[in-house]
């Protein structure tokens, strides 16, 4: 695994920080010193969280896990989206929906609703539809493919979170940390890294620093897959856990179904009249 260089993370500007007056005191430990009103981030402690956060990514790819990154904001969009596609991981650029995590089974119902209108535009019924109807009907699919489109191959929850500014993805994080789902997250001088389970001190607002981040913890993932693939292909066996998150969630919702079914009641005996 190619691990990140102080060098490489100084020409991205990783250690700019905020203004000194509107730092987290939780940031402490992470900041080297301050200049000209502004925190300067201590990159050394940067690369060791790096290389961390990226070994337990090569983990959960390994392991056949996904991995769910997070990135609305306007300079990290479009380079998360860009570089997550590679390694076909699910992610959210658009706008955070609210329940994504506490509560999927509606967000997946959102899904196959997007999946029933594709079926319908290439049916005959289609066809005969107005004008009028057809728009709707586009318009519709447009919307739910630009909130819900690249989540689409997300049958169950994610294992595990990744945020790029956990002030503005404030709502994921709080989902996160009600399942349990750990979080990777690149935190600033105004944030508190002890919200997340995998903290990167950096600059979260630069795109050139937010693309280098994200790009080595999207190189670790293509490693674990890789290795994954060469254990298939040697039959080596996969952990147990690794084969139940492959299990859809709309199982579990038919099970959860069949035990919220109500019991029959008994008849009730005549009652002896006198």
């Not at 905020?18 to 430990?29: E, F, S, V």
């Not at 998360?80 to 999927?104: C, D, I, Q, S």
């Not at 594709?118 to 004008?131: E, I, R, T």
Request: charged share 30%; net charge neutral.
């Amino acid at each position: 695994m190619t691990q990140v260089t102080f060098e490489e993370l100084l020409d991205a500007g990783c250690h700019f920080g905020h203004l000194k007056r509107k730092w987290n005191p939780a940031m402490a430990p992470y900041i080297f010193m301050e200049r000209n009103g502004i925190h300067i981030i201590d990159l050394n402690k940067t690369v060791a969280k790096v290389d961390e956060a990226a070994t337990a990514m090569c983990q959960l790819a390994k392991s056949g896990k996904k991995i769910l990154f997070v990135a609305t904001k306007k300079q990290a969009k479009d380079v998360v989206a860009e570089l997550v596609a590679k390694v076909n991981m699910p992610y959210v650029t658009e706008r955070w929906p609210g329940g994504m995590l506490t509560n999927f089974a509606t967000i997946r119902k959102a899904v196959r609703k997007m999946t029933s209108i594709d079926k319908m535009m290439v049916s005959d019924a289609y066809k005969s539809l107005s004008k009028r109807e057809k728009l709707q009907i586009e318009r519709e699919r447009e919307k739910l493919e630009k909130n819900l489109g690249s989540i689409s191959d997300l049958s169950r929850l994610p294992s595990a979170v990744f945020v790029v500014d956990i002030m503005k993805e404030h709502i994921a994080v709080a989902e996160a940390r009600k399942l349990n789902i750990p979080v990777f997250a690149i935190v600033d001088t105004n944030t508190n890294p002890n919200l997340v389970d995998f903290p990167i001190p950096a600059n979260d607002d630069a795109s050139k620093s937010i693309a280098l981040i994200v790009g080595k913890m999207v190189d670790a993932i293509e490693e674990g897959l890789n290795e994954r693939k060469l254990n298939k292909e040697n039959n080596v066996e996969e952990p147990e856990d690794a084969a139940e998150d492959e299990a859809p969630v709309e199982n579990e919702e038919e099970e959860n179904k069949d035990e919220r079914k109500p019991r029959a009641r008994r008849p009730r005996k005549p009652i002896a009249k006198n």
